[in-house]
């Protein structure tokens, strides 16, 4: 029995990916009675490859999307598959599957499978659901005992079901509404334009000039896949000091070509660039970010979207206003998302029991400004709020909870791959000096609680 001050809650997670299901599970743990809403037909969120995207619009315009995992085929992680699993679940290799240390998306998905079946999460999930609205019950104090009115239906179906909660956790990721620059001519420009949220494989684009805007990991990744089969790519960045990796896959292959930022784009297919050069293309892919979006929830104004800054949230988890009634798991970016995600569970469904409790209405509002405050003196723009890239915001966060400090072995090996990656982008996923990192790893408490718990015979 959970030894808890307040009677168990009934609580909707949205969203059946990382966050959504070990949501789910600490929920469960706390002794909640949880409902996912998952829009798709299975478990994974963004890691469930779906590779329809007719009827999708090419820049993503739409209000509600209908496709909303962004991977496309030939995506590997970026991360060493040591660091990615949740403190309790490794993600181990396994016989007869990808046996990558940086694996494919289907191995991930695997693992959630796997991670969803050990903790029998399944059952309180309903898959093919779309939420359509998340709204306050009308009664109480604002921000006092509130309930939650959530309207869902059936993909299938014309049918609306409302049902009323005690509490709603919103997990439904950050990388499926595609962000977009605003460029001279974007709107007059008749040749393909498209996000690579809907980019799948480089075969369309064969013998095409392909711009490729934006010199991100996935404008990386989709330009040095595009090489091998358009005509011209040119990759279009605002730092043009570019890494030695980067720096040594242009010089490897005559048919790409980097540039500043995008000027103008032109009706006859010419795109402009800053410093005056120009070419005709046939397709502009925008690797350009995701923004965040929850079309269903109404807050009466108490969270907002602006400019990619979801706010105020306490902590990027609780608006103050509505917590912890309220909360978002998976909001942060640019840290080591699973066990960060488990953190936040973990908080989320302590404070529903009761076991926990959170600051005044005031003294979380104060802390967010005092947040916003530090990024502005720093530099960092809004729409960067919620990358954090730090260690040292995790191990913060997980005091909150009495949730155990990212391990050292962690951190070093995270470090490692980016260095490698820095150094050797072409090849950093196959090749790699951090042996001595990775048998530290293995001898940790996370890996030999195997002998404990035989996760492989799964």
Known sequence: MVSARNPPRHVCVIGAGPSGLVAARELRKEGHTVVVLEQKHDVGGQWLYDPKIEGEDPLGKG???????????????????????????????????????????????????????????????????????????????FGKDLRWVVESKAIDSDKVVSEVFDAVVVATGHYSHPRLPSIKGMDAWRRKQMHSHLYRVPEPFRD??????????????????????????????????????????????????????????????????????????????????????FPFLDTKGAVAVDDDRVGPLYEHTFPPNLAPSLSFIGIPRKLIGFPFFESQAKWIAQLLSGKRTLPSRDEMMKSVQEFYNAREAAGIPKHNTHDLAEFEYCDKYADYVGFPHLEEWRKDLCISALVNSYVNLETYRDYYDDQELLQVAHQSPHFTQLEAEDFSSM
């Open 63 to 141: 209000k509600a999307l209908n496709v909303h995992s962004s991977i496309y085929e030939s995506l590997r992680l970026t991360s060493p598959r040591e660091i990615m699993g949740f403190t309790d679940f490794p993600f181990l290799i396994k016989k007869g599957r990808d046996t990558r240390r940086f694996p494919g998306h289907k191995e991930l998905l695997l693992y959630l499978k796997d991670f969803c079946e050990w903790f029998g999460l399944r059952d309180m999930i309903r898959f093919n659901t779309r939420v359509e609205y998340v709204g306050m019950l009308d009664y109480g104090e």
């Open 208 to 293: 095409q000039v392909v711009v490729v805007v934006g010199n991100s990991l996935s404008g990386q990744d989709i330009s040095m896949e595009l090489v091998k089969v358009a005509k011209e790519i040119h990759l279009s960045s605002k730092l043009l000091q570019v890494s030695e990796g980067l720096s040594k896959v242009i010089s490897k292959h005559d048919n790409l070509h980097l540039h500043p930022t995008i000027e103008s784009l032109h009706e006859d297919g010419r795109v402009e660039f800053v410093d005056g050069s120009w070419v005709t293309a046939d397709t502009i892919i925008y690797c350009t970010g995701y923004s965040y979006s």
